[in-house]
């Protein structure tokens, strides 16, 4: 597995590549890779005949410092998982190749970041939005894939590479789970031991509220006091919101049904996790 650092690198790597005939997949992350980050890759593999994976802390979409501070970085352990998943390139640049001190252009993610993360996290998606069209520029691939674990972020990623003309095809990859339903994230590693065994709570109570909306339509105001019901007796957890919204469009909707996704965001003790289902 070859790592590049820098940008013009990986753009040479990648024209290299295309004019022998070989297609390109591609997989950003942040690194702390997991299971969920190697069925990305493993599906890129499978479908192009080179991959590459990015890691970057991508600072522009962080709201807070400390949780950039806190973000897991483990380069090393990473560097093995990809391998193990056949990667071709790891494509690691760092802060001031990404934005060097005379950066000034940024990506408005527009409407559809307006609510639910992009409203508790103010300029999150403008700042993926940002990273996610500088790394496709640099990589140029064919195919990129990203998890529907990050809902609204695959809807603003679909959109931006639309309204933009980039010339990508977007694959979203179902959320891969721990044998207790946790959607595995990066950020499960601060878990508290008991934040830990609260934390499948959420999962389990989506999968309640689904097979509840798929028997019946389901007023979203009903579903919304199931999941704060059904939350109270965990106490570590704090609901940020629970939103039920059209799939495509991401609109709020009234009612529950087939084509609406549940999303939540609950705090466990300092941790922020988000989930959904699609009904
Ligand atoms: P991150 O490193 O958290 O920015 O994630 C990189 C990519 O992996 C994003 O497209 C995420 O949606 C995806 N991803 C993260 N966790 C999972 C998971 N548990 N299942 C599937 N995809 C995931």
Redesign the pocket.
């Known amino acids: 597995m070859k790592v590049i650092r820098t940008v013009s690198e990986v753009q040479e790597w990648s024209a290299t590549e295309r004019s022998a005939g070989n297609t390109i997949g591609f997989?950003?992350?942040?690194?702390?890779?997991?299971?969920?980050?190697a069925?990305?890759f493993a599906q890129s593999v499978d479908e192009n005949s080179r991959t590459v994976v990015s890691i970057f802390v991508n600072s522009l979409q962080f709201n807070s410092a400390s949780d950039l501070e806190a973000y897991p970085r483990q380069l090393e352990q990473d560097k093995v998982i990809a391998e193990k998943q056949n990667v071709d390139v790891l494509f690691v640049p760092n802060h001031e190749e990404m934005y060097p001190n005379s950066f000034s252009s940024t990506i408005s993610a527009g409407p559809i970041a307006a609510h639910m993360e992009g409203l508790h996290r103010p300029g999150h998606f403008d700042g993926v939005a940002t990273v996610v069209v500088k790394l496709l520029n640099a990589v140029t691939p064919d195919i990129a894939?990203?998890?529907?674990?990050?809902f609204q972020?695959?809807a603003v990623i679909r959109t931006v590479v639309r309204d933009l003309n980039l010339k990508c095809h977007i694959i979203g990859?179902?959320?891969?789970?721990n044998e207790s339903g946790l959607?595995?994230?990066?950020r499960n590693s601060r878990l508290s031991p008991e934040s830990l065994t609260q934390a499948p709570s959420v999962y389990a109570v989506l999968l309640e509220m689904a097979t509840q909306a798929r028997e019946r339509e389901t007023t979203t105001t009903a579903l919304k006091a199931h999941f704060t019901s059904a939350m109270k007796p965990f106490s570590a957890a704090k609901i940020e919101y629970i939103e039920i919204v059209d799939s495509v469009t991401l609109h709020p909707v009234n009612t529950a049904k087939a084509g609406s996704t549940i999303c939540v965001a609950v705090w466990f003790e300092d941790v922020r996790l988000i989930d959904n289902i699609s009904i």
Not at 27 to 37: D, F, I, K, S
Not at 145 to 150: E, H, I, N, P, Q
Not at 183 to 186: D, G, I, V
């Open positions: 997989v950003p992350t942040m690194g702390a890779l997991h299971q969920g980050h069925e990305l894939y990203f998890g529907l674990k990050d972020q695959l990859v179902p959320t891969v789970r959607a595995l994230s990066s």
